[in-house]
């Protein structure tokens, strides 16, 4: 689905530049659960919106089923770490749903089956005429997450968006996002520098370098079925050697 082909970014400010990636290469299947992992600063989220078309490539090619990526398209959605921000606080939870349909020109005879479909998806049926003030932080996750699907996306484009939740809340929407995955069989590109949210979630996890000039140093396929265990021997394993090979990255660099 992606192919990205020694792909660099370098921006310039003020007459200096500063190369914040170089030379990476990735393909992502479609159907796959991929994640970008590595310390903050390394180029993650900048890799991120290169793929959602936000940024352009400085050197190197994107391609997105086979054309290369020029711009933003309707077929990869980006969710935010804020909910809050991504959502319209004047509208309730169902009308939220309603302004994505509106700005995708989807038939309006459609617009209640989909938000119907939707709500009860991630589970805010109930809290439907609500407002996002009004709703947890994982409940304006899920939300921001519904809105997205009902368009139909074949990618989904998440830069650590359960950051700011908390622990527990967090857990939760692992699970959540794995039952949606497994509902949708959509595509994810997910960005986080937290290990053990890496191994929760993905099918491949791709560890990236300390920057400047950041890259994919390894990409490890976890075969291991859901849900997942740290205390399981196997996934215990997988983790420590993500946790060394990182450790190892930040000695080389400090």
């Known amino acids: 689905m992606f192919s990205l082909i020694d792909v660099s970014k370098v921006f310039e400010t003020n007459n200096t530049t500063y190369c914040a990636l170089k030379n990476v290469n990735l393909e ?21 919106n290169m793929l959602a078309g936000f940024e352009v490539v400085s050197s190197g090619t994107i391609e997105f089923e086979k054309r ?49 479909r939707y709500l009860s998806m991630v589970e805010l049926n109930e809290h439907r005429h609500k407002f996002p003030a009004q709703l947890s932080g994982g409940m304006r996750q899920r939300l921001q997450i519904a809105r997205g699907l009902a368009v139909e996306p074949k990618v989904l484009l998440m830069d650590e968006p359960f950051a700011a939740l908390d622990s527990l809340t967090r857990k939760k929407m692992h699970q959540f996002l794995l039952e949606i995955r497994q509902a949708t069989k959509k595509t994810i590109v997910f960005v986080t520098h937290d290990i053990s949210e890496s191994i929760h979630l993905a099918d491949r996890i791709c560890l990236m370098s300390v920057g400047p000039e950041s890259h994919i140093t390894e990409v490890i396929t976890i075969n291991e079925t859901f849900p997942r265990d740290l205390s399981d021997p196997k996934i215990a394993k997988i983790f420590k050697y993500i946790e060394s090979t990182v450790l190892n990255e930040f000695r080389e660099e400090f």
Do not use: Y
């Open 28 to 48: 992502i299947s479609e159907g796959e659960f991929v994640c970008l992992l590595g310390p903050s600063g390394c180029g993650k989220s900048t890799l991120l």
């Open 68 to 116: 290369t990526i020029t711009s933003s398209s309707q077929d990869r959605m980006v969710f935010f770490q804020d909910a809050s921000a991504a959502l319209l606080p004047w509208l309730s939870v169902e009308e939220n749903i309603h302004f994505g349909l509106k700005v995708r020109k989807i038939s309006k005879e459609l617009w209640p089956s989909i938000t119907n």
